[in-house]
């Protein structure tokens, strides 16, 4: 599914529940394999019929191109069918030079365009290569009949690319700096799983993504050390009622550990069991969900790194009044 050579590799990280080693998928330009067909069907076309030197030329030297694309991974690499791909890259490359290229007298090889009207190629040449481009054409079509390829269909409103490949993107860019590394991994990791339908999955990264946030967020409303964890979610939420009731400043704010609360309990603890499975509906409220608290954390902590009091903080903190003005 290709930006690079081999198409773009996408990283699924480790699953937090004992997966044993990462998986990689390669994305696959569909539109290759067409252009790879088209391109072996102008040399089969070439040489059944009488054609000039200058369609001969191209064509030759454009097979030649594709197929080493091919046997070098692109757009998918090659398994029964390589041995094949080569012998027809041989047969090419065996043609080309006998007709293109001549040798000193040192042996060094050099370029040389055929005269016009000369004949390049006896009907013999054009019979190997033929016979190359069938047996190749016969094990590959083979091995593409089992090949994996799959639709990916669109969740919701998400671009299936940007949520394969950079779902960390929907978090404002104003806050990155305080959204840690391992946040934006984990998230990323979950959109992928999202548009690919592993919805656990999905949930399970959505929850280290929030955690990751949350030690930030423990660290700075708490007066932590950097780098400073709790055991679990449980702890974090009493750690941060009690920087609120003890009037830390600045103060964590009541609406924000709510949802912590609120998604430990209905999210991330159930998804810890076997028996749960999520379906789109709960993955998709799990996904937006963990945004909304993520950039919600990630908004407190910017504003308290300027000195001033988050917004939320000073509602939750305010006397009724002006709590309800504000509201």
């Known amino acids: 599914m290709g930006d690079q050579p081999h198409g773009r590799v996408l990283k699924f990280l ?3 529940f004992g997966a044993a080693k990462e998986r990689d998928l390669d994305r696959i330009n569909p539109h290759d394999l067409y252009t790879l067909g088209q391109q072996l069907q102008k040399v089969r076309i070439t040489g059944d019929q009488d054609a ?5 030329f191209f064509d030759l030297f454009g097979a030649q191109n594709i197929i080493r694309q091919l046997i070098g991974g692109q757009p998918v690499p090659l398994g029964v069918s390589r ?3 080569q012998e027809l890259l041989n047969a090419l490359t065996s043609l080309i030079d006998g007709i293109y290229y001549e040798k000193d007298e040192q042996g060094n090889k050099t370029f040389k365009y055929p005269s016009p009207g000369e ?3 006896q009907s013999w040449n054009w019979d190997h290569l033929a016979s190359s481009l069938d047996k190749f054409e016969t094990v590959f079509a083979e091995e593409m009949r089992d090949n994996a390829t799959y639709y990916v269909p669109r969740r919701g409103i998400f671009n299936t690319k940007a949520l394969v490949d950079t779902a960390d993107e929907a978090f404002p860019s104003g806050l990155h700096p305080f959204i840690p590394e391992k946040t934006r991994e984990d998230w990323r990791a979950a959109g992928r799983c999202l548009a690919f339908n592993l919805l656990s999955a999905s949930g399970f990264h959505v929850a280290r993504a929030v955690e990751g946030t949350i030690e930030s967020y423990y660290q700075k409303f708490c007066g932590q ?5 709790l055991k679990g979610w449980h702890d974090y939420v009493q750690a941060l009622e009690g920087a ?3 009037g830390s400043n600045p103060a964590p704010s009541d609406k924000t550990i709510a949802e912590i609360k609120q998604m430990k309990d209905d999210y991330r603890n159930p998804i810890a069991h076997p028996r749960l499975v999520l379906t789109e509906a709960d993955a998709r409220m799990l996904f937006a969900n963990g945004e909304s608290l993520i ?3 990630a908004q407190e902590l910017c504003e308290a790194s300027k000195g001033v009091q988050p917004l939320l903080g000073l509602i939750n903190m305010a006397p009724a009044g002006i709590a309800g003005a504000a509201e």
């Open 14 to 16: 480790p699953s937090p």
């Open 52 to 56: 000039n030197n200058s369609t001969i």
């Open 83 to 85: 041995g094949k791909a």
């Open 119 to 121: 004949k390049m190629i």
């Open 225 to 229: 050390p950097a780098g400073s964890t």
């Open 244 to 246: 609120r009731l003890n």
């Open 295 to 297: 950039i919600g954390m």
